[in-house]
């Protein structure tokens, strides 16, 4: 992973599943990562899955089937181990098999698909975790490094006009397509990997939030190249 990110105070970097809970997000850091080097063979668990789906959710019982070499059991060990801390801690991991996500394409002038800048929202006070695996990995931005797409003039008009109704009901428009959320990035933008193996804790938009949520997209999949992912 680029050492770039060490340095900036977007992130909280931590060495326990305990402190990636316990860490307040306040001021500018609003991504908590616990960084890890981890062993086993991840590329074969991959190998031995089965994409039903473009997006294909593994349930526990089809990991702990697949018959593994050593080095893919250690793999293994570790989603296990990593779905555990989770669920004891509350939240409810998925394990998913990603060849591609479904793309946004109505509109050619807003992108509303998780390849897109965007943040996520929940009407408490949770969290996303995520961690890549295999694969290509997340990006994140700090929040001063994008602009909110429905304040761009150019796309906000053009929403207007898909609206068309009253100013008042304009912004609760936004909300309820999900427009308000996505960001594009402002020149010389640098994005942030989010690297292989790390466990991260991302803030999210709720009403008791005490920092800005964290900007975050999808990478794009190279071609017959899957992407093996938890989140919750």
Excluded at 85 to 107: H, M, V, W
Excluded at 115 to 143: M, W
Excluded at 175 to 187: I, N, P, R
Aim: overall charge negative; charged content about 25%.
């Amino acid at each position: 992973m680029h050492n770039r990110f060490f340095d900036s105070t977007q992130i909280a970097v931590v060495s326990t599943f305990s402190h990636l809970l316990g860490t307040d997000f306040k001021g500018d850091m609003n991504a908590v990562c616990w960084h890890r080097e981890l062993l086993g063979d991840f590329e074969e668990i991959v190998s031995k899955l089965e994409l039903k789906e473009d997006l294909t959710e593994i349930s526990i019982e089809d990991l702990q089937s697949l018959k593994l070499s050593e080095k893919g059991d250690i793999a293994r060990a570790v989603i296990l181990s990593d779905f555990r801390l989770l669920t004891d801690s509350g939240a409810s991991p998925s394990l998913n098999l990603i060849k591609s996500y479904d793309r946004d394409e109505e509109f050619d002038f807003i992108s509303t698909d998780v390849y897109s800048f965007h943040v996520d929202r929940s009407p408490i006070g949770t969290d996303t975790f995520l961690c890549t695996y295999y694969g290509a990995a997340s990006e994140i931005l700090a929040n001063n490094q994008v602009e909110q797409k429905v304040l761009v003039p150019e796309i906000r008009q053009k929403l207007k006009e898909l609206h068309n109704g009253t100013e008042e009901e304009f912004e609760s428009f936004l909300t309820e397509h999900y427009f308000d959320l996505h960001y594009q990035a402002k020149s010389g933008a640098i994005p942030i990997n989010l690297g292989l193996g790390h466990l991260w804790r991302l803030a999210v938009d709720h009403p008791e939030k005490q920092c800005l949520p964290c900007v975050h997209r999808a990478p794009i999949e190279k071609d017959g190249a899957y992407r093996l992912l938890l989140i919750c």
